[in-house]
């Protein structure tokens, strides 16, 4: 009970002084530990502020997320597909997997796989599966897939086993590397020869699109995936990932499955006008590109600093590896992500810019990195 009322002081406004200590701390740190450190574009705020006293019906049939349905469509160049919103990547993860596949299947990944690392069990939550197979830089090799496939399907003993429902892959990955579009093409050959479903996380599809090392669309993503989404959370929006279903196979009665799972929002309003305001003008490209162009600058400004990289990211994820006793010097006045050991004495972290990362922020790390 002790330790409880030691937090409660902490938290709760009884202990003054470190409260507004930790507020101090809070103002002056630099933040490259994510891409959703910040509230929403302006452009969003502004929208919503906007459109705030207007009174539309509830749980997306609003003329707002109508707007934003035909302009993805008209992105995707995918008159057909079918568009819905959700509010953050592993609720869509959960809810797409599981709306997908049958009781008896699972969802083949990397090893690497958000899906199969960083969401906490919540596809074996719903009843199903995570099928790993090996992740080469945070990518699934087409070949490796095939043979996988063929192995359980000339395994005499199938029947006994969980059936390889659907496969999921990330772009960018969870390393911020890319699939190119041969690999894209090859992979969705082998779900179609096996006819299941390939599926896309694109958390942070934005970043993908405006990498300079990129021969990958998002009409491509709508031909060769049979389901993916684009993420807005980690993109620009409050919150919000809009699914896309390209081949007419938006599972029957998605909405009520969606509720039953506790994810409709009665102010379907909210994600509307955030993707509305998204593909607007070409925002959603615009803000993507800023956040590479100061990765770009970020990873000048390791690479002239002489700190190795982990892997050669395109996107706006970088993975450093820093010597323990330095990193902890940094942390002191910098955030980022502690990602892996790379060996006893070093670690590798990662930074990562977002749409709201701006050369300001850049330049005071290189005085940071300087000073320490």
Request: charged share 25%; net charge negative; with cysteine.
């Amino acid at each position: 009970m002790g330790g409880d009322d030691g937090k409660r002081d902490r938290f709760c406004g009884k202990n003054e002084s470190v409260r507004r200590a930790y507020s101090r701390e809070e103002i002056i740190m630099l933040s490259f530990e994510c891409d959703y450190n910040k509230g929403a574009h302006r452009k969003i705020l502004e929208r919503l502020l906007e459109t705030n006293e207007e009174a539309v019906p509830g749980y997306g049939n609003d003329c707002y997320c109508e707007s934003a349905k035909e302009k993805i469509r008209k992105a995707c160049d995918c008159k057909d597909a079918e568009i819905f919103f959700l509010a953050g990547g592993t609720q869509t993860n959960m809810l797409v997997v599981s709306t997908m596949l049958k009781p008896y299947e699972g969802v083949v990944a990397a090893t690497t796989g958000h899906v199969s690392v960083h969401e906490a069990g919540a596809i074996e939550h719903s009843g199903h599966k995570v099928l790993e197979i090996p992740g080469h830089e945070g990518k699934m090799d087409a070949k490796e897939l095939e043979r996988y496939l063929e192995r359980y399907w000339n395994d005499s003993s199938h029947e006994h086993m969980v059936f390889p429902g659907m496969v999921y892959i990330s772009h960018p990955t969870e390393y911020g590397t890319l699939y190119t579009k041969a690999e894209l093409e090859a992979l969705s050959h082998v779900c179609g020869t096996y006819k299941i479903p390939l599926y896309l996380d694109g958390a942070r599809l934005g970043y993908g699109l405006m990498s300079k090392n990129t021969d990958v669309t998002l009409p491509m993503i709508a031909k060769y995936c049979d389901v993916f989404y684009i993420g807005g959370t980690k993109v620009g929006a409050l919150c919000g990932e809009a699914v896309v279903f390209t081949r007419h196979n938006m599972p029957a009665h998605f909405l009520t499955m969606v509720k039953q799972q506790g994810a409709l929002l009665a102010k379907g309003r909210l994600l509307g006008v955030q993707f509305d305001t998204l593909f607007t003008d070409d925002l959603y490209c615009q803000i993507s590109r800023q956040a590479i162009e100061m990765a770009e600058r970020l990873k000048a400004l390791f690479q002239e600093k002489g700190y190795p990289f982990f892997l050669d990211s395109p996107t706006n994820q970088q993975f450093i590896i820093l010597e323990n006793e330095e990193m902890e010097r940094l942390q002191k006045q910098v955030r980022f992500d502690i990602w892996e050991p790379y060996d006893e004495t070093h670690t590798v972290v990662r930074f990562a810019t977002s749409y709201a990362t701006v050369v300001e922020d850049i330049e005071n790390l290189r005085k940071v990195i300087e000073s320490i």
